[in-house]
């Protein structure tokens, strides 16, 4: 289970950090920073983040002050350390000439106070009485780079770790407000960073849209935005209504040089891009902190979303002069605004069943506006939550949103009718088959305890199988499911491979084509990679990234199988729990049975090339791995193969798999219907090949000769 913060308010969080014993602090500053690192990864690389930006932003502020207390113990890839995530492999990389860095953060007027003094003691004698400084709302979207070349867009990348993000530009050049040719007299190179967003009004159209087409709701405009920009195919984001705000500069040469950051955004705009108009320059602190408060008044009204306001020192030399630390300027802080709370009223309290049996309690709220979207649902995380704020139906609640879209419930509002209405009491029997509940020893989670034939339990596990992310079973939507699972047509995962056409037919909304439809898609994912048919088995605690380290490891599902907590711990990026659960999973006969029936099924869970060796390249030195050093990118529809097992293949046999052409790409595999990557592959003179000429590539080289027989 995740860490929780120790205080919710940061002006504590200094307190109880002093307070605590040293083996306790230490332990806890190991456990936060692996749980950090983690974070990181869900946020930046898989856009799956598990926690709120506050929580986060409390968590990261606790690891700071347990490493300024225990300096020795800060582990070496500590996230104070580094900026964001690395970048993942499928888009090009992106590197950044100067690096990109991120903002320390302040939660108070007084936090705002010490960096303006901080500031001033570290200019000394050059520091002026008064700092002007540059106010300007801090967007929540997507840190990204642009790169201009006489005046001509010609890069873009994300963040990524500061150094090196991912390439973009195909998705770019999709944004409206990203001029594609600066205005006026261009300088000669430009890079320039700032924010990719939905605006508000559009990401709810975007979701209604989405819901009413059956796919599931993005959780907030950042994560849609960050799920939008790493797209392969540039025709997605070029859908959806991105825009974006330029912030600042990375660097800029062949223009005459800008005395102040408010000049340097002048220019920018000057140029074509779209700047922030609420920006606006404070003289010292203080109207700083006026102006933070001014614009947290009108937050609500804005039309994208904001967290907080970033504060930069205005002048460029002074800019200089004060530099930056490991991943943070000097001359900058981000104010992050307390989360926005309003209230409403419990109109009931829903049960809901997810994969692992785990009940969550889920508020039903009259809807309500807050921090720009409208809410009627909250999460109540747990059955102690409903205990401990003592919720009742018809309460008042303040409810909060911290980034996301479902909020929480703070507290109940005391009013006369509370203590007469009914208290609340979780179910003591599962709300979809009956079965007792039963509660997790150590925590705080209450659990349906029959994952075989729990209809919510398995419906979810259904759809977990069936999710782009896992086996990629296109078509099997939760309508779908719903019914295959309520008229018993499944049973257990397995039995979607046998169902049969007569039987799909039969269902609501589904005619003869859409069931010829799902028997291909479905045959289709049984030659799925490992690492995804790893993701579909559902293990708890092994999501898409852990499926993919436990793949690369092993190599194979039976090498995984008899894995022991030892070998588990080798793996990077498994620890004890996660030990604990691949163990307790495998060593459960109804998942083996499982699994010897979607065996039976087809489904090959196909073994990676290599040994299992923690040290080895994946397919690093056996004969398969031929294509070794070889960059591919495949584009438009192959005749057989479907593209994920295509680059399955060229993965297995060696070679790379990126989503944008560029003179590092050996081969462009090329389908019908093939676009922009054909033709840049073209300009490029990348040697292009068909669907034949990749599958005779495939063949491993015939072994080489061996020594020849001694002469007589
Ligand atoms: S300036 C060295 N200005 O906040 C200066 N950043 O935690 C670096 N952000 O990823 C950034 N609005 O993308 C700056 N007006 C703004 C911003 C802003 C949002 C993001 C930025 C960065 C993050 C820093």
């Given at each position: ?5 120790l ?71 500590s ?88 390439d ?14 600066l ?12 924010e990719?967003?939905f605006?508000l ?13 059956g796919?599931?709701?993005f ?16 025709r997605i984001?070029?859908?959806?209504p ?18 102040s ?6 220019r920018?705009?000057?140029?074509g ?11 010292g ?53 307390p989360?926005?709370q ?8 829903g ?32 059955a102690?939550?409903i ?11 303040v409810?909060?949103r ?24 979780f179910?003591?029997?599962?709300p ?13 989670v209450?659990?349906?305890?029959n994952?075989i ?10 759809l ?16 779908l ?40 898609a479905?045959?289709?994912s ?27 490891h ?25 030990a ?19 065996r039976?099924a087809?489904v090959c ?15 690093g ?13 495949i584009t ?9 097992d295509a ?34 592959a ?12 990749l599958?005779q ?10 020594p ?5």
């Amino acid at each position: 289970m995740s860490l929780r913060p120790l205080e919710s308010d940061p002006a504590t969080l200094q307190q109880a950090i002093s307070e605590l014993d040293d083996a306790t602090g230490r332990s806890r500053l190991s456990a936060l920073a692996s749980e950090l690192i983690r974070h990181n990864r869900l946020y930046h690389e898989l856009d799956a983040a598990e926690i709120d930006d506050r929580t986060y932003d409390l968590l990261y502020r606790e690891l700071e002050l347990l490493e300024a207390r225990f300096p020795d113990a800060v582990p070496p890839d500590s996230p104070t350390r580094r900026v964001g995530g690395a970048p993942v492999s499928e888009l090009e990389p992106f590197e950044h000439r100067v690096p990109m860095l991120s903002l320390a953060n302040a939660f108070s007027a007084e936090e705002l106070q010490e960096f303006d003094a901080r500031i001033k003691r570290f200019l000394g004698d050059d520091a002026p009485e008064v700092i002007d400084y540059l106010l300007e709302p801090k967007l929540d979207g997507l840190a990204a780079e642009l790169i201009y070349e006489d005046g001509v867009l010609v890069g873009a990348g994300t963040r990524g770790d500061g150094l090196v993000g991912e390439d973009i530009l195909h998705n770019a050049l999709t944004i409206r407000d990203v001029p594609l040719r600066l205005e006026g007299p261009p300088p000669t190179r430009l890079s320039v960073r700032g924010e990719i967003f939905f605006g508000l009004a559009e990401f709810e159209q975007m979701n209604e849209a989405r819901v009413a087409g059956g796919e599931k709701a993005f959780e907030n405009p950042r994560n849609a935005a960050a799920g939008t920009i790493r797209q392969l195919d540039p025709r997605i984001a070029a859908a959806r209504p991105l825009t974006f705000f330029a912030h600042s500069f990375g660097e800029v040469e062949g223009a005459e040089a800008m005395q102040s950051q408010h000049a340097q955004l002048e220019r920018i705009g000057a140029w074509g891009l779209p700047v922030n108009p609420l920006n606006r320059v404070c003289s010292g602190i203080e109207e700083v902190i006026e102006g933070i408060e001014a614009l947290g008044a009108q937050r609500n009204d804005l039309t994208y979303e904001i967290d907080g306001a970033v504060v930069k020192v205005d002048a460029i030399a002074l800019q200089e002069q004060l530099g930056a630390l490991t991943r943070t300027p000097r001359w900058a802080i981000a104010f992050k605004y307390p989360p926005e709370q309003v209230t409403t009223v419990l109109e009931d309290i829903g049960f809901q069943v997810g994969r692992t049996g785990a009940i969550t309690p889920v508020a039903h709220l009259a809807p309500v506006r807050v921090g720009g979207v409208t809410v009627s649902r909250a999460t109540l995380h747990n059955a102690d939550q409903i205990v401990v704020l003592d919720l009742r139906i018809g309460d008042t609640v303040v409810i909060q949103r911290a980034g996301d879209v479902i909020p929480k419930v703070v507290r109940v509002v005391a009013d006369e009718g509370h203590d007469e209405r009914p208290v609340s009491v979780f179910p003591t029997h599962c709300p979809e088959c009956s079965a007792s509940l039963v509660r997790d020893p150590d925590k705080a989670v209450i659990r349906c305890p029959n994952p075989i034939s729990c209809p919510a339990q398995l419906t979810a596990a259904v759809l977990h199988f069936a999710s782009r992310r896992a086996m990629d079973i296109d078509g099997l939507g939760s309508k779908l499911v719903d019914q295959l699972v309520g008229r018993k047509l499944v049973t257990r995962v397995s039995d979607l491979y046998q169902l049969t056409h007569a039987q799909l037919s039969g269902l609501d909304r589904m005619g003869s084509r859409s069931a010829d439809n799902l028997i291909a898609a479905l045959e289709s994912s049984r030659g799925r990679p490992l690492e995804r048919c790893l993701t579909a088995l559902g293990i708890p605690e092994v999501g898409e990234a852990t499926a993919r380290d436990l793949a690369n490891h092993f190599r194979s599902l039976d090498a995984l199988i008899e894995a022991d907590r030892a070998q588990l711990l080798e793996v990077h990026g498994v620890g004890a729990v996660v030990a604990e659960r691949v163990i307790a999973f495998f060593g459960d006969p109804r998942s083996r049975e499982e699994i010897e029936r979607l065996r039976r099924a087809g489904v090959c869970f196909p073994d990676l090339p290599g040994v299992a060796d923690p040290g080895a390249q994946p397919a690093g030195a056996t004969e398969a791995a031929h294509l070794t050093g070889k960059t591919f990118v495949i584009t438009g529809t192959l005749p057989t193969l479907q593209r994920d097992d295509a680059r399955a293949r060229i993965v297995a046999a060696g070679g790379k798999v990126t989503g944008s052409v560029s003179s590092k790409t050996s081969f462009l595999i090329a389908g019908e219907k093939a676009g922009s990557k054909l033709t840049k592959a073209r300009q490029l003179g990348v040697a292009i090949l068909d669907e034949a000429q990749l599958l005779q590539l495939l063949q491993p080289p015939a072994p080489a000769p061996g020594p020849s027989p001694p002469k007589t």
